[in-house]
Nanobody, 114 residues
Framework: VQLQASGGGLVQPGGFLRISCAAS????????MGWYRQAPGKQREFVGV???????NYADSVKGRFTLSRDNAVNALYLQMNSLKPEDTAVYSC?????????WGQGTQVTVSS
């Protein structure tokens, strides 16, 4: 399983951004997909996860602002980020769980600054 994250960039506070995670093959068998993020000098932090059945779970810090979705037709995971704050600045990494195995993609930088 190979994962490729993309879509990061610079956005102003209050703005929005959608980042993507493309899988090398079908994601139909993935038990779950999600995102973590890591800000400079901080530990990696869980952002959100979406299961095969479409159930989502988010960190309290992003609940109500971020939305996960997955498109099985194009083997992709999306994270729609609205009302962005400077504290959302981080490298965002996607992952996939296939049975008991976890696979990671490289990160994409999201910077929220005026």
């Amino acid at each position: 399983v190979q994962l490729q994250a993309s879509g990061g960039g610079l956005v102003q506070p209050g703005g929005f951004l959608r980042i993507s995670c493309a899988a090398s093959g079908s994601i139909l068998s993935f038990n779950a997909m999600g995102w973590y993020r890591q800000a400079p000098g901080k530990q990696r932090e869980f952002v959100g996860v979406i299961t095969k059945g479409g159930t989502t779970n988010y960190a309290d810090s992003v609940k109500g602002r971020f939305t996960l979705s997955r498109d099985n037709a194009v083997n992709a995971l999306y994270l729609q980020m609205n009302s962005l704050k400077p504290e959302d600045t981080a490298v965002y990494s996607c992952y996939a769980q296939v049975r008991s195995e976890f696979y990671w993609g490289q990160g994409t930088q999201v910077t929220v600054s005026s």
